[in-house]
């Protein structure tokens, strides 16, 4: 059977009120096109999981679909702050949402056990850091074998993960070229995993197989979406649109001008308009 459909369906059949989730790409292949299908359906109370929330989540965020976000560094990539998120925090706009902040290392290794299927993660880290004083989910256990001092956060286990690649043979295997983030490992962690891709091809061949990060039995379901990863960058297929990380930030500081462009740019459009947006990268 097909794993193939229409991301609109691919999103109503897999993500549900409440579910925790993960949208993964590190700079490269962030999948934007998912995301807006998930605003634009209304889902609400989610926990997102990212290790770089950025403009994205802003979005999500600001639409009042998050109750709480599970993160590392969050901004707007070589911009500023991520406008939406602050005033939920600071001023509980649209909605209050709870925060518990990570380092880079301690997403991926909680990513790692959670694809291990293990209930934590355990690494060296956050010696000498404060992120343990106000965050309660940072604990340390001795080692039994040398008596060092580890720490271990709880893994994460989300119940979809989402990513966008470059290409899906008819199989579902998934292939990524490129710059690699957590990806993998986010999916394998997941109960669900929705890719979305450039384009379908009948194989891989000539390519080297250790592109291909998720064979297809780990793949839920997966979506054409030209431009899926837009305004990022898809390695091979168009560039990183600078201006309009550069535009986010002057729209996110306006509640008004948010609402305009989201109405806009998300709620009345398609997926499909994605590939209007990277002609000419």
């Not at 008596?147 to 990524?176: C, M, S, W, Y």
């Not at 983030?181 to 009948?202: N, S």
Request: glycine letters at 8%; charged letters at 20%; a negative charge.
């Amino acid at each position: 059977m097909s794993k193939v459909m229409p991301l609109v369906e691919a999103v109503r059949e897999n993500l549900n009120d409440g579910d925790t989730v993960a949208f993964e790409g590190f700079t490269h292949l962030i999948p934007h096109a998912a995301g807006h299908e998930v605003i634009r359906q209304g889902f609400k109370d989610l926990t997102l999981i990212r290790m770089t929330p950025d403009i994205i989540y802003d979005q999500m965020i600001g639409m009042g679909l998050a109750q709480k976000v599970i993160f590392s560094y969050a901004g707007n990539p070589g911009v500023g702050l991520l406008r939406r998120m602050r005033d939920a925090i600071e001023n509980g706009y649209p909605r209050a949402i709870e925060t518990v902040e990570h380092s880079h290392a301690a997403m991926a290794n909680a990513y790692e056990a959670g694809a291990a299927g293990l209930p934590l993660a355990v690494f060296r880290g956050y010696k000498g850091a404060d992120l343990p004083k106000v965050n309660p989910d940072i604990k340390s256990i001795t080692c039994p074998y040398t008596g060092e001092e580890l720490a271990t956060v709880p893994a994460h286990r989300p119940d979809v993960t989402f990513i966008h690649a470059q290409k899906a043979n008819e199989k579902g295997d998934v292939l990524i070229e490129g710059i690699v983030g957590v990806q993998k490992e986010a999916a394998l962690a997941a109960r669900r995993v929705v890719v979305t891709v450039e384009e379908i091809v009948p194989d891989f061949k000539g390519l080297h197989p250790n592109l291909t990060i998720l064979p297809h039995w780990t793949v839920t379901a997966i979506s054409v979406v030209k431009g899926g990863a837009h305004p990022s960058y898809t390695h091979g297929y168009y560039a990183r649109d600078n201006a309009a990380y550069l535009e986010w930030d002057k729209i996110s500081g306006d509640r008004e001008l948010f609402a305009q462009w989201m109405d806009e740019n998300v709620l009345k459009a398609t997926p499909e308009a994605f590939a209007e947006r990277i002609k000419g990268l």
